[in-house]
């Protein structure tokens, strides 16, 4: 079992950054894919940001520039720097810890408001 805990989410005006943190706990966290997902009121989740194993990254095309996904195996930690917020990113974000087979797990979610 794998336990997620996210925090740095928050209220922030437009053009400002925020960091988020996920804390992974057990021992599959270097092996697996990690990402960020959000959810939009009214909308579904979708991809933010995910990194492999290997430290190969891949952005939503609306955070490409302005986000960087990054990941800390030693703290069994990823992290999500963003920049140049605007209100469009308002949304809970979702931590998600995933391997092929073996498992896929999500945190609880972290509130980010960017106000205009």
């Known amino acids: 079992q794998v336990r997620l805990v996210e925090s740095g989410g928050g209220l922030v005006q437009a053009g400002g950054s925020l960091r988020l943190s996920c804390a992974a706990s057990g021992s599959i966290f270097s092996i697996a894919t990690v990402g960020w997902y959000r959810r939009a009121p009214g909308k579904q989740r979708d991809m933010v940001a995910t990194i492999t194993s290997g430290e190969s990254s891949y952005y939503a095309d609306s955070v490409k520039g302005r986000f960087t996904i990054s990941r800390d195996n030693a703290k069994n930690t990823v992290y999500l720097q963003m920049t140049s917020l605007k209100p469009e990113d308002t949304a809970v974000y979702y931590c998600?810890?995933?391997?092929?087979?073996?498992?896929?797990?999500w945190g609880q979610g972290t509130q980010v408001t960017v106000s205009s």
């Open positions: 998600r810890v995933v391997r092929a087979g073996a498992c896929d797990y």
